[in-house]
């Protein structure tokens, strides 16, 4: 098993929908997790990070982590097209230095 | 704040030539900085860690003579390709991980990439 597991998608939203994008971690990744946004050609930009239960929101966007379930997600609301794009997950090793990140999901926002 | 910068953007060099991409944090210090890997339409790899003032680890796979990795101060890391053939072409991009302390939020930073093409 991957350390950090995600969805591949893509996943294809109306615009003004709600864009629900999901990952998995195994016990080998401590309790800090990330969403970067990468856009086809560019660099990864940091979103959100989270790291207790429960729900953090920034603007459009929302994280959630479930320690119980092992489950982080990302949660957009009135998507736009310009949120087209690949969403990784990452979460921190135990190692301080390391991090492991999902393969991504890709998001379509239709018009 | 937190910005991470990657200089060239793009090279085009010939085969069996060397180039030097260099990755600056401007505005934090990072005692540790990471080099990836993406080809098109695939996930990052990582290629390796490189902490100041000690040797790079690089991951299983990744020839540490051919992708040499220097980071020299506490903002400042390079990554040279040697003999660069065309099956090295590709997106190569930073992080860097802000040093410990007040406020460091434990965020890994990205700078903004460079494109790698060897004919």
């Known amino acids: 098993q991957k350390e950090v597991e995600q969805n591949s998608g893509p996943l294809s939203v109306p615009e003004g929908a709600i864009a629900s994008l999901n990952c998995t971690y195994s016990d080998r990744v401590s309790q800090s997790f990330f969403w970067y946004r990468q856009y086809s050609g560019k660099s990864p930009e940091l979103i959100m990070s989270i790291y207790s239960n429960g729900d953090k929101e920034d603007g459009r966007f929302t994280a959630q982590l479930n320690k119980a379930s092992q489950y982080v997600s990302l949660l957009i609301r009135d998507s736009q097209p310009s949120d087209s794009a690949t969403y990784l997950c990452?979460?921190?090793?135990?190692?301080?230095?390391?991090?492991?990140f999902g393969s991504g999901t890709k998001l379509n926002v239709k018009p | 704040g937190a910005v991470v910068s990657q200089h060239p953007s793009w090279v085009i060099c010939k085969s069996g030539t060397s180039v030097k991409i260099e990755c600056r944090s401007l505005?934090?210090?990072?005692?540790?900085m990471f080099w990836y890997r993406q080809f098109p339409k695939q996930s990052l790899m990582l290629m390796a860690t490189s902490n100041e003032g000690s040797k790079a680890t690089y991951e299983q796979g990744v020839e540490k003579d051919k992708f040499l990795i220097n980071h020299a101060s506490l903002t400042l890391s390079t990554l040279t390709v040697t003999s660069a053939h065309p099956e090295d072409s590709s997106f190569y991009i930073c992080?860097?991980?802000?040093?410990?302390?007040?406020?460091?939020?434990?965020?890994?930073?990205f700078g903004e990439g460079s494109r790698l093409t060897v004919l």
């Open positions: 992080s860097a991980l802000p040093l410990a302390g007040v406020g460091n939020t434990g965020e890994l930073f």
């Open positions: 990452a979460a921190k090793g135990y190692n301080f230095n390391k991090f492991y």
């Open positions: 505005d934090f210090q990072a005692t540790t």
